[in-house]
């Protein structure tokens, strides 16, 4: 019996597929319900968006026993709890689960390619025989040097979340502004307002200048014809980072339901 495996949600977005210890990471999927009509209480926000329904304790319990028969360890790094309550789910489930294997859970405190490079990192870990101590070790000493930010043009969906009301939504959306969010410590805030393409790469151009040499930049891009041009970024890194590995994504379905199909982001990872 193998000793560790990983287990991952369905947020996670990878940087590249083909990685040390890929084998040993299984991936719990949300379900993603689609069409969904939200609107206040004015009944003036109707758009149709995407919702994220995390799985169950039940859910990560059926995982729990599964993944027992092969492994003694399992290893649990979830998308951060204050964007899902499937974190505590994934804590509740360990706690009733009563078979013999391990279940250790970590609020990764990220999403998308942020969750992606910390499940890498652990996996690899894990594939030159670290103990669950280190891997946790690295984990959470890897969890404060990812940074993320996102342009959000569709507000309503985090309106559906509750972390805009729904009035702020609408008038976000019907005065085309592009508002930019930071995760930080797994929360959501906002960081600034802009209106076109060139205020929004001299945002993200500014977020880049305060780190000296970043391990890994990736930009995470919509269908938002807005969103900044990856040649502009792309330039503006091996200007300053000539020695930075630079990746560009498409925005994964889940993501894309946590913050729109349009929105743009901008992942870095610090050295």
């Known amino acids: 019996m193998s000793k560790i495996c ?13 990685f040390p210890g890929n084998d040993r990471v299984h991936v719990i999927p949300f379900e993603l319900q689609s069409g969904v009509k939200q609107e206040n209480e004015s009944r003036l926000l109707t758009n149709p968006v995407q919702r994220l329904i995390p799985p169950s304790q039940q859910g990560f319990i059926q995982y ?22 499937a974190t505590s789910q994934a804590i509740s489930a360990a706690m009733n689960y009563s078979n013999h294997a391990t279940v250790k859970v970590i609020d990764t405190q990220t999403t998308g390619l942020g969750l992606g490079f910390l499940v890498q990192a652990a996996a690899a870990t894990v594939a030159a ?19 993320m930010l996102f342009c959000i043009p569709e507000l309503s969906y985090l309106a559906q979340y509750g972390y805009i009301e729904y009035s702020q939504a609408l008038v976000g959306e019907m005065l085309g502004m592009l508002p930019i969010f930071v995760i930080e410590e797994g ?24 780190f000296d040499a970043p391990a890994h930049i990736a930009l995470v891009r919509g269908a938002n014809r807005n969103a ?15 020695d930075t590995p630079f990746s560009e994504h498409t925005n ?11 929105c743009t982001g901008l992942v870095i990872i610090e050295k």
């Open 6 to 18: 990983i287990l991952t949600d369905s947020t996670v977005q990878f940087s590249h597929s083909n």
């Open 64 to 85: 729990y026993a599964q993944l027992s028969r092969k492994y003694e360890t399992i290893l649990v790094l979830t998308l951060s709890g204050l964007l899902s309550p």
């Open 129 to 147: 025989g670290a103990s669950l101590a280190e891997v946790e070790g690295l984990i959470r000493a890897f969890i404060p040097r990812i940074y």
């Open 187 to 210: 929360r959501l805030s906002p960081m600034e307002k802009v209106r076109t393409q060139r205020h929004l790469f001299e945002a993200f151009q500014e977020f880049m200048n305060e």
């Open 228 to 242: 900044i041009r990856s040649r502009s970024i792309h330039q503006c890194i091996r200007e300053s980072f000539p």
């Open 252 to 262: 994964a379905p889940h993501l894309a339901a946590l913050f729109g199909p349009q």
